[in-house]
């Protein structure tokens, strides 16, 4: 036995004598002015039942370690004041009746996959301990009912991370000053009293033996190998034990990515199928051919003076790339993705419900919140009765609270309006420069100016979104604490909302320029629409604007998510070895190795502010680039997936070796976020719709072949009914009439030897020699007609799909239900059979002390 207490001694987990195991830490500087209210809070400290020990750092001697240990009679007693729930006897599942047909098909189905190899995705079961807490019925920890839970060894009946939670609850009420609002660790975090409180990892996630061999050292070594290790990226995650370690809240943020993850296989490979169907039917496309061939149709300049006449099988590239993207499968897969957006949500719910049983919070109400400081400070001199605590607290009058939401309503509408001037900045920028490129010395720039000018407009666009969003998060912080919101769940939702929303303008505004406004109200050669009366709105390519959104949407997906890659854990990296470094410079590598762990813990990164909001919010962006505008991008689920894939297994490496461990915290659902998917997944719906409808050429085509191409009134829609589409889409325009400033300088000589007297242009106009010379033509007007019916068909065919899969799929599976009812009948059995054991047992003791009494019960 004193083996045992020497090695904890020597691993930086227990206290001096090897005995009490540290369940939280506390650092402060000696040279910090707050020495008195340290003091007291100390002392206060003690007095709640807690043991402490303080050690000096190794490396500064300024720096001081508070260790704290919570003894058996604490726990027992916060757990109680704190509803723990807390094993007490095994879990009996119950079987479904099942018919002998049925049980002889699960038969046929185990003896099939018998044979098949074992899934290459589920972890190695022996690896994992057995986390006896899933597999038991729970009820909120009672010391008067101690009996009834299964206690092997007080020591670690109370895992670490609900001892570390304990030991916050108890640090949260401490007071350190006498007064009612001189109390909690996060004011003396806020005023420099402490520089950091966190609680221990449980050593070190390296171990020089195998873990196959040898087995896990602890459970970091375990999440580290089974986990975070590159190598098990294509594994499923070990959530019961990310929970266990890390706390709910965290494990359901891994579940949602996970399950997001998985439900991107589906949307990624009809995507891919999409882009492969462009791929193989692009030799048989009849407009690409089209355009491909028209060497005799001479296009209009797209720019004034500088842009030359072009032949319209110059943009033949351009067309076939554009095939990949716009074809006759886009307006499946737009379907598609919205389906799928709300079944994802619907199965997340069910998910989630599983989820929660296993890991009880079913029934788990979060407790009364405390009320912030700043709100406290703010309104102590008005105070009402609370209807819940009948305590009186800090009261905000109503005509003070709508005030401060009008002005922080006025800074969110600002920073918007900010945004859209920004996009009109880069609009201008577009106008400008396409004129710059088209008269480029360079020949590749020069022929390629159109593509030149969307490519570094977007990259210009990519950093002025990174430049705003280091402004949004400060304009955000302002605006929340303007409201000065009661609590801190009610301060984290405000918050959140206005971030999203100031990222979503950010990051999608020019994307739906592009999409919808790009090329949309140019005017038309001789009578241009001009930004200020001076500079020609920018038109597209002859092939469409798709092209445009299409590169828009790569660029900025790539350049986003690799940049938020490397902020997420390139950062804490460098920060980490520039840490190790300086300490090796200073004290040598062997000195390092025979850190304690709570100098190693120290010495990471502390978990961000903001919790899990970056994580969240960078997934949620993701998740509107991967529906939003999916019809124009169908392999934006792939690059999603590919994404989400490493996302895991960075944020695990993050958690586990490079950041403090966080303190595990309960939640029942992913919060705020499930309501911003389901805005998303509604927005999506109809942004979809008028890609289709508006930007991409889907309806033109359709337009024309069933009633302007060779199979008119003939019911059919081949590539055969297509031929003479591209003529047919083109106007005519006569050089002649060119304005002033407008006029290029060729004349077009180059093309047939003499100078040009006609030029073409995307649109449904008449001819110059008509009684209304370039007017709309009737099938302008069959176009726009049959735009506007497709919007109206689409939006509610999907909606309708959507509702119906909604009112479909029950948000608890039946199975769950039927447990969760059974569960809820043995435990109300088991505690009536445990209390009339304990009774009987007294009155057998009665009995033999010669105490009985002829009414005692039973």
Same mark, same amino acid.
């Given at each position: 036995?004193?083996?045992?207490?020497?090695?904890?001694?020597?691993?930086?987990?227990?206290?001096?004598?090897?005995?009490?195991?540290?369940?939280?830490?506390?650092?402060?500087?000696?040279?910090?002015?707050?020495?008195?209210?340290?003091?007291?809070?100390?002392?206060?400290?003690?007095?709640?039942?807690?043991?402490?020990?303080?050690?000096?750092?190794?490396?500064?001697?300024?720096?001081?370690?508070?260790?704290?240990?919570?003894?058996?009679?604490?726990?027992?007693?916060?757990?109680?004041?704190?509803?723990?729930?807390?094993?007490?006897?095994?879990?009996?599942?119950?079987?479904?009746?099942?018919?002998?047909?049925?049980?002889?098909?699960?038969?046929?189905?185990?003896?099939?996959?018998?044979?098949?190899?074992?899934?290459?995705?589920?972890?190695?079961?022996?690896?994992?301990?057995?986390?006896?807490?899933?597999?038991?019925?729970?009820?909120?920890?009672?010391?008067?009912?101690?009996?009834?839970?299964?206690?092997?060894?007080?020591?670690?009946?109370?895992?670490?991370?609900?001892?570390?939670?304990?030991?916050?609850?108890?640090?949260?009420?401490?007071?350190?000053?006498?007064?009612?609002?001189?109390?909690?660790?996060?004011?003396?975090?806020?005023?420099?009293?402490?520089?950091?409180?966190?609680?221990?990892?449980?050593?070190?996630?390296?171990?020089?033996?195998?873990?196959?061999?040898?087995?896990?050292?602890?459970?970091?070594?375990?999440?580290?190998?089974?986990?975070?290790?590159?190598?098990?990226?294509?594994?499923?995650?070990?959530?019961?034990?990310?929970?266990?370690?890390?706390?709910?809240?965290?494990?359901?943020?891994?579940?949602?990515?996970?399950?997001?993850?998985?439900?991107?296989?589906?949307?990624?490979?009809?995507?891919?199928?999409?882009?492969?169907?462009?791929?193989?039917?692009?030799?048989?496309?009849?407009?690409?051919?089209?355009?491909?061939?028209?060497?005799?149709?001479?296009?209009?300049?797209?720019?004034?003076?500088?842009?030359?006449?072009?032949?319209?099988?110059?943009?033949?590239?351009?067309?076939?790339?554009?095939?990949?993207?716009?074809?006759?499968?886009?307006?499946?897969?737009?379907?598609?993705?919205?389906?799928?957006?709300?079944?994802?949500?619907?199965?997340?719910?069910?998910?989630?419900?599983?989820?929660?049983?296993?890991?009880?919070?079913?029934?788990?109400?979060?407790?009364?919140?405390?009320?912030?400081?700043?709100?406290?400070?703010?309104?102590?001199?008005?105070?009402?009765?609370?209807?819940?605590?009948?305590?009186?607290?800090?009261?905000?009058?109503?005509?003070?609270?709508c005030s401060r939401l009008i002005v922080s309503a006025s800074g969110i509408f600002f920073m918007i309006c900010v945004v859209i001037a920004a996009v009109f900045g880069i609009v201008i920028y577009r106008v400008v420069t396409v004129s710059t490129f088209a008269a480029f010395k360079w020949a590749l720039i020069r022929n390629n100016s159109q593509v030149a000018t969307t490519g570094t407009a977007v990259c210009i666009?990519?950093?002025?979104?990174?430049?705003?969003?280091?402004?949004?998060?400060?304009?955000?912080?302002?605006?929340?604490?303007?409201?000065?919101?009661?609590?801190?769940?009610?301060?984290?939702?405000?918050?959140?909302?206005?971030?999203?929303?100031?990222?979503?303008?950010?990051?999608?505004?020019?994307?739906?320029?592009?999409?919808?406004?790009?090329?949309?109200?140019?005017?038309?050669?001789?009578?241009?629409?001009?930004?200020?009366?001076?500079?020609?709105?920018?038109?597209?390519?002859?092939?469409?604007?798709?092209?445009?959104?299409?590169?828009?949407?790569?660029?900025?997906?790539?350049?986003?998510?690799?940049?938020?890659?490397?902020?997420?854990?390139?950062?804490?990296?460098?920060?980490?070895?520039?840490?190790?470094?300086?300490?090796?410079?200073?004290?040598?590598?062997?000195?390092?190795?025979?850190?304690?762990?709570?100098?190693?813990?120290?010495?990471?990164?502390?978990?961000?502010?903001?919790?899990?909001?970056?994580?969240?919010?960078?997934?949620?962006?993701?998740?509107?680039?991967?529906?939003?505008?999916?019809?124009?991008?169908?392999?934006?689920?792939?690059?999603?997936?590919?994404?989400?894939?490493?996302?895991?297994?960075?944020?695990?490496?993050?958690?586990?070796?490079?950041?403090?461990?966080?303190?595990?915290?309960?939640?029942?659902?992913?919060?705020?976020?499930?309501?911003?998917?389901?805005?998303?997944?509604?927005?999506?719906?109809?942004?979809?719709?008028?890609? !289709?409808?508006?930007? #991409? &050429? $889907?309806?033109? %085509?359709?337009?024309?072949?069933?009633?302007?191409?060779?199979?008119? /009134?003939?019911?059919?829609?081949?590539?055969?009914?297509?031929?003479?589409?591209?003529?047919?889409?083109?106007? !005519?325009?006569?050089? #002649? &009439? $060119?304005?002033? %400033?407008?006029?290029?300088?060729?004349?077009?000589?180059?093309?047939? /030897?003499?100078?040009?007297?006609?030029?073409?242009?995307?649109?449904?106009?008449?001819?110059?020699?008509?009684? !209304?010379?370039?007017?709309?033509?009737?099938?302008?007007?069959?176009?726009?007609?049959?735009?506007?019916?497709?919007?109206?068909?689409?939006?509610?065919?999907?909606?309708?799909?959507?509702?119906?899969?909604?009112?479909?799929?029950?948000?608890?599976?039946?199975?769950?239900?039927?447990?969760?009812?059974?569960?809820?009948?043995?435990?109300?059995?088991?505690?009536?059979?445990?209390?009339?054991?304990?009774?009987?047992?007294?009155?057998?003791?009665?009995?033999?002390?010669?105490?009985?009494?002829?009414?005692?019960?039973?």
């Amino acid at each position: 036995m004193q083996g045992v207490p020497d090695k904890n001694k020597s691993n930086g987990l227990y206290f001096r004598d090897g005995k009490c195991r540290i369940d939280y830490v506390l650092v402060y500087r000696k040279s910090s002015p707050q020495t008195e209210k340290r003091e007291v809070f100390e002392r206060n400290i003690r007095a709640e039942g807690l043991q402490m020990e303080k050690e000096s750092s190794l490396t500064n001697s300024d720096i001081i370690f508070v260790k704290l240990h919570a003894p058996w009679e604490v726990l027992g007693r916060y757990a109680e004041v704190m509803n723990v729930r807390m094993p007490f006897r095994r879990k009996i599942y119950y079987l479904h009746r099942r018919h002998k047909f049925m049980n002889r098909i699960e038969r046929q189905i185990s003896r099939f996959r018998g044979w098949l190899p074992r899934k290459p995705m589920r972890l190695d079961k022996e690896t994992l301990p057995d986390l006896e807490e899933n597999d038991c019925y729970t009820a909120p920890f009672s010391q008067q009912r101690i009996h009834h839970f299964i206690i092997h060894n007080k020591d670690t009946f109370f895992n670490n991370a609900t001892r570390s939670r304990i030991v916050h609850h108890i640090l949260q009420r401490v007071k350190y000053e006498e007064g009612k609002n001189k109390i909690g660790l996060n004011r003396l975090l806020t005023n420099g009293s402490y520089e950091a409180a966190f609680p221990l990892h449980e050593g070190s996630y390296r171990s020089k033996n195998s873990i196959r061999t040898h087995g896990a050292e602890n459970h970091r070594h375990l999440l580290y190998e089974c986990w975070a290790s590159w190598g098990v990226w294509y594994k499923y995650q070990p959530l019961d034990l990310v929970r266990r370690y890390f706390g709910e809240k965290i494990g359901l943020y891994f579940a949602w990515l996970g399950w997001y993850t998985g439900m991107l296989f589906p949307a990624a490979f009809i995507g891919l199928f999409v882009f492969l169907y462009g791929v193989t039917t692009l030799n048989h496309c009849q407009v690409s051919k089209e355009v491909c061939q028209a060497t005799d149709i001479i296009m209009c300049p797209i720019c004034d003076k500088y842009c030359p006449f072009m032949r319209l099988s110059d943009s033949c590239v351009y067309a076939k790339v554009t095939h990949l993207f716009d074809n006759g499968a886009t307006v499946f897969f737009a379907v598609f993705m919205a389906v799928w957006a709300t079944v994802f949500l619907e199965f997340w719910k069910r998910r989630r419900a599983v989820i929660a049983y296993d890991w009880d919070l079913i029934d788990w109400e979060e407790e009364e919140e405390e009320i912030r400081p700043q709100f406290e400070a703010k309104y102590s001199k008005k105070e009402r009765m609370n209807p819940i605590s009948g305590k009186p607290e800090p009261y905000q009058a109503f005509a003070d609270k709508c005030s401060r939401l009008i002005v922080s309503a006025s800074g969110i509408f600002f920073m918007i309006c900010v945004v859209i001037a920004a996009v009109f900045g880069i609009v201008i920028y577009r106008v400008v420069t396409v004129s710059t490129f088209a008269a480029f010395k360079w020949a590749l720039i020069r022929n390629n100016s159109q593509v030149a000018t969307t490519g570094t407009a977007v990259c210009i666009n990519f950093c002025i979104i990174m430049l705003l969003n280091v402004l949004y998060e400060k304009v955000a912080l302002l605006l929340t604490n303007l409201e000065q919101p009661r609590t801190e769940s009610e301060w984290e939702n405000s918050f959140t909302l206005k971030m999203f929303l100031f990222q979503f303008v950010n990051l999608n505004s020019s994307t739906f320029y592009i999409a919808f406004f790009l090329g949309r109200f140019t005017g038309h050669p001789g009578a241009y629409l001009r930004l200020i009366n001076r500079w020609r709105l920018e038109e597209c390519h002859p092939s469409g604007c798709l092209i445009d959104l299409c590169m828009q949407m790569g660029i900025i997906m790539v350049l986003k998510q690799t940049w938020n890659n490397f902020m997420e854990l390139g950062y804490p990296l460098i920060q980490n070895w520039w840490t190790r470094r300086k300490l090796r410079q200073e004290h040598g590598s062997q000195r390092k190795a025979s850190f304690p762990q709570w100098e190693k813990d120290y010495n990471l990164q502390p978990m961000n502010a903001y919790g899990l909001f970056d994580e969240y919010l960078e997934m949620i962006l993701q998740f509107g680039f991967t529906t939003i505008f999916v019809a124009a991008f169908p392999l934006a689920p792939l690059l999603a997936l590919l994404n989400n894939i490493i996302e895991i297994r960075l944020d695990a490496y993050k958690f586990v070796t490079q950041w403090r461990r966080p303190l595990a915290s309960r939640a029942k659902d992913i919060g705020i976020w499930y309501g911003i998917l389901e805005g998303i997944g509604i927005l999506s719906v109809i942004t979809n719709a008028f890609v !289709v409808a508006v930007t #991409s &050429d $889907f309806i033109p %085509r359709l337009v024309y072949a069933y009633k302007y191409g060779p199979c008119a /009134g003939q019911g059919e829609a081949g590539q055969k009914c297509m031929v003479g589409y591209v003529n047919a889409s083109l106007s !005519v325009f006569l050089v #002649s &009439d $060119f304005e002033n %400033r407008s006029e290029p300088t060729s004349n077009g000589s180059e093309f047939s /030897g003499s100078p040009l007297k006609y030029c073409r242009y995307r649109d449904y106009r008449d001819p110059p020699h008509s009684p !209304v010379p370039y007017g709309y033509t009737l099938q302008f007007w069959h176009v726009l007609a049959a735009r506007l019916a497709f919007i109206i068909v689409f939006e509610h065919l999907v909606f309708c799909i959507k509702h119906l899969i909604s009112y479909l799929i029950p948000d608890l599976p039946k199975d769950l239900r039927d447990r969760m009812r059974r569960e809820k009948y043995l435990i109300q059995e088991m505690m009536y059979e445990a209390e009339l054991e304990r009774l009987q047992k007294e009155r057998k003791e009665r009995k033999k002390n010669g105490k009985s009494h002829n009414n005692e019960w039973p």
